[in-house]
């Protein structure tokens, strides 16, 4: 793992840095830093700090701010994520590994057949900024409280269901895709364990969900969410 950390914006002043006793612990306890070490901070908001600890104690480290620079978030598309309550291990996969692959902003869903109906936010919040830290991410997806289907549903975006009896892959639909999202943001949805209830279907079809396979095996929830996030990444987000 990185020297990688979260700083809040309000502990930057006059070129120096505090860090909250969870991420002093961080540092101190996972990543064996000390006085005179490197690291990099992000305040999760596209800022990139290069700085030097000059203080260490588990509640609070401190140092000197070296470096900064903003990253500008230059993507055509962005990714929303409808993220259904599946099994807590592997729910927590498909968190962590959808913030690792630059998904824009997450809304847990709850379908159907959910197994579950609750989420902690908190927690939530704690496994994505874990994940960005993980992956160096200079920006923080953004996290809504918890949503039925047809709360999460945005009709200015272009919504793409994953349902194994599609007819057509990704990139067979990837020119609609183009063509039919009006504020470049997509709306991605894979169903729950279980698959989504017929009421579900429904919509998906009155509304005109694009549908796309990933091949005719069947996959875990978390599988099809990793593999169709990568896909959009090498089609559209890494090629614009």
Not at 66 to 84: G, R, T, V, Y
Not at 158 to 180: P, R, Y
Not at 185 to 197: H, M, Q, R, Y
Request: with cysteine; charged share 25%.
């Amino acid at each position: 793992m990185s020297n990688f950390s979260i700083v809040n914006q309000q502990n930057i002043k006059n070129s120096t840095f505090v860090l909250d006793e969870k991420e002093s612990h961080h540092v101190i306890s996972v990543l064996r830093l000390k006085i005179n070490d490197q690291l990099t901070l992000t305040n999760g908001q596209g800022t990139i700090y290069q700085a030097i600890i000059n203080e260490t104690n588990k509640k609070a480290v401190k140092g000197k701010i070296l470096s900064k620079e903003h990253i500008k978030l230059d993507q055509n598309f962005k990714i929303h994520l409808a993220l259904p309550l599946i099994k807590n291990n592997r729910f927590k996969i498909a968190l962590e590994k959808s913030v690792e692959l630059g998904v824009n902003e997450l809304t847990p869903v709850r379908f159907d057949k959910s197994v579950k109906s609750s989420v902690n936010h908190d927690k939530l919040l704690s496994s994505i900024h874990s994940a960005c830290k993980q992956s160096s991410r200079a920006y923080f997806p953004k996290l809504n409280k918890l949503k039925n289907f047809i709360e999460w549903n945005d009709f200015e975006s272009v919504n793409i269901v994953c349902l194994i009896n599609s007819d057509k892959t990704f990139v067979e639909q990837l020119n609609e895709i183009k063509n039919s999202s009006k504020n470049k943001k997509i709306n991605l949805i894979v169903g729950p364990e279980g698959d989504f209830s017929d009421s579900e279907k429904k919509i998906i079809n009155e509304k005109n969900f694009i549908k796309v396979n990933l091949g005719r095996t069947i996959l875990r929830t978390e599988t099809a969410i990793v593999s169709l996030i990568s896909i959009i990444n090498e089609l559209l987000i890494n090629n614009d």
